[in-house]
């Protein structure tokens, strides 16, 4: 079945660090999605990308969706604590099929 | 108010009961889905129905089996509970079929089988 990974799967910065998450998948993908868990929380939607080579930026976060829409990036510039949390993407495939897939997500760790 | 919500929050019990988690929503949306958080927070979708009827079942044991009374509302109920049951369980819910739609998710449910 379609696979979708992300590197790494943990992440431990000092604050003020830059982070980069990197999701990938088997097949191409017609979007992506972003969300964010924190611990001990649920998952929170970020942002949404649909169109090959297309960014979107959110205040420190800088969203990336490959030109072949096979793969994405979550960058965050000078992370924060309110950053700690697991960092989900997932997208739907070409199959027609209408659900997510879920990557196997990152988790960010920021120390004061 | 909250958008979704999943009662109860925490559920302990024995290997070999059956046990039901229920999941409402306030936002109007059409589409519920049911997902399972494995300890290594691996995401996977179970079930989804959209306006009452169900559209996604994945290869889920059935001992699993969902319920949707009408599309506020979105029930699990498991048969026979394995230690593997043990999981976060979120419930989730979109504006409509089709995976371009932001999925809200409810706070989980967190099932420990003993």
């Known amino acids: 079945g379609q696979q979708v990974m992300q590197i790494p799967q943990y992440q431990h910065v000092q604050e003020g660090e830059d982070f980069t998450t990197y999701c990938n998948s088997s097949?191409?993908?017609?979007?992506i999605q972003w969300y964010k868990q924190r611990p001990g929380g649920h998952p929170v939607f970020l942002i949404q990308?649909?169109?090959?080579?297309e960014v979107k930026k959110q205040k420190r976060l800088t969203f990336q969706f490959g030109e072949a829409k096979k793969n994405s990036s979550l960058h965050i510039t000078a992370t924060q604590t309110t950053d700690v949390g697991t960092y989900f993407c997932?997208?739907?495939?070409?199959?027609?099929?209408?659900?997510?897939?879920f990557g196997t997500g990152t988790r960010l760790l920021v120390s004061p | 108010d909250t958008a979704v919500s999943q009662t109860p929050k925490y559920l302990v019990t024995q290997m070999g009961n059956d046990k039901s988690i229920k999941c409402e929503q306030n936002?109007?949306?059409?589409?519920m889905y049911w997902y399972k958080q494995d300890s290594k927070k691996f995401l996977k979708i179970m079930f989804s129905?959209?306006?009452?009827?169900?559209?996604i079942n994945e290869t889920v044991p059935n001992r699993f089996s969902p319920k949707s009374p009408d599309k506020a509302h979105l029930n699990l109920h498991i048969n026979s509970l394995e230690l593997g049951d043990s999981a976060v369980y979120f419930c989730?819910?979109?504006?409509?079929?089709?995976?371009?739609?932001?999925?809200?998710f409810g706070p989980g449910t967190r099932l420990t089988v003993l």
């Open positions: 989730a819910s979109s504006l409509g079929i089709g995976a371009f739609n932001e999925q809200f």
């Open positions: 097949t191409t993908l017609s979007n």
């Open positions: 990308l649909v169109k090959s080579g």
């Open positions: 997932a997208g739907r495939t070409n199959t027609g099929f209408q659900k997510l897939v």
């Open positions: 936002l109007g949306h059409d589409t």
């Open positions: 129905y959209n306006n009452k009827e169900l559209i």
